[in-house]
């Protein structure tokens, strides 16, 4: 039985991914991109620290411009654009994290974005103050698909790895989470691609609100 829950932030717990999609590929064309970053393209590098995934594609969209100045102007966008549109909690999100403290079954959070962006996006859909533990990319040397970001978040929340689901919606999550030796549910929505010769999650959903206390106790 699960003891403890690990969530994923964007895409899970608040609707970012098309934000951050936006910005970067705002930025990789403002920095001389030779071609359009795509939707694919980012959903390949989702949970991947951003640092990780600008040394990965600088070479092959023709970037000349450093890692600071980049990170600057993709940082600077996804703030303007969550400041000028808002931004909201998944449809379930608050009422799942209300039963799992009712339970007594200790969350957290394992995400690839940085302490910043993810205390902000918290912040701004209004569920920062549920969170105790917050994984981020600045706490591990490793990002997804790595198992570092899951396995510190287990050991934040005083739980064995094998006592843990994750919940999140890629690929790297699932990896991420199986190599943590951890349970795994997948949100399979119109973005999720999978892969089955890398990893399967344990079970699938189609939305967050699928979701249950009684299924995440089960698995």
Same mark, same amino acid.
Request: aromatic share 10%; proline share 3%; net charge negative.
């Given at each position: 039985?699960?003891?403890?829950?690990?969530?994923?932030?964007?895409?899970?717990? +608040?609707?970012?991914?098309?934000?951050?999609?936006?910005?970067?590929?705002?930025? +990789?064309?403002?920095?001389?991109?030779?071609?359009?970053?795509?939707?694919?393209?980012?959903?390949?590098?989702?949970?991947?620290?951003?640092?990780?995934?600008?040394?990965?594609? @600088?070479?092959?969209?023709?970037?000349?411009?450093?890692?600071?100045?980049?990170?600057?102007?993709?940082?600077?966008?996804?703030?303007?654009?969550?400041?000028?549109?808002?931004?909201?909690?998944?449809?379930?999100?608050?009422?799942?994290?209300?039963?799992?403290?009712?339970?007594?079954?200790?969350?957290?959070?394992?995400?690839?974005?940085? @302490?910043?962006?993810?205390?902000?996006?918290?912040?701004?859909? @209004?569920?920062?103050?549920?969170?105790?533990?917050?994984?981020?990319?600045?706490? +591990?040397?490793?990002?997804?698909?790595?198992?570092?970001?899951?396995?510190?978040?287990?050991?934040?929340?005083?739980?064995?790895?094998?006592?843990?689901?994750?919940?999140?919606?890629?690929?790297?999550?699932?990896?991420?989470?199986?190599?943590?030796?951890?349970?795994?549910?997948?949100?399979?929505?119109?973005?999720?691609?999978?892969?089955?010769?890398?990893?399967?999650?344990?079970?699938?959903?189609?939305?967050?609100?699928?979701?249950?206390?009684?299924?995440?106790?089960?698995?």
């Amino acid at each position: 039985m699960a003891k403890a829950v690990i969530f994923d932030k964007d895409g899970v717990l +608040v609707l970012t991914e098309e934000i951050y999609f936006r910005a970067f590929r705002d930025s +990789v064309k403002k920095f001389g991109g030779t071609k359009e970053f795509t939707w694919e393209h980012h959903y390949y590098y989702i949970g991947v620290p951003t640092s990780e995934t600008f040394f990965a594609i @600088r070479n092959e969209y023709g970037l000349t411009v450093n890692f600071d100045e980049f990170v600057e102007d993709y940082r600077n966008g996804y703030r303007r654009i969550i400041k000028e549109e808002g931004l909201k909690a998944v449809d379930g999100v608050e009422k799942m994290l209300l039963e799992l403290k009712g339970e007594s079954i200790p969350f957290g959070i394992g995400t690839g974005g940085g @302490r910043k962006s993810t205390e902000l996006t918290l912040k701004k859909a @209004r569920i920062f103050e549920y969170f105790k533990v917050i994984v981020t990319a600045d706490d +591990v040397s490793q990002g997804k698909p790595h198992p570092e970001t899951f396995l510190l978040a287990a050991k934040k929340l005083g739980v064995n790895p094998h006592d843990c689901v994750v919940i999140g919606d890629a690929i790297n999550d699932v990896l991420g989470a199986k190599s943590a030796g951890m349970k795994m549910i997948a949100i399979t929505d119109k973005s999720y691609i999978e892969d089955p010769e890398l990893a399967s999650p344990d079970l699938e959903v189609k939305k967050f609100s699928d979701i249950t206390v009684d299924m995440i106790k089960s698995i």
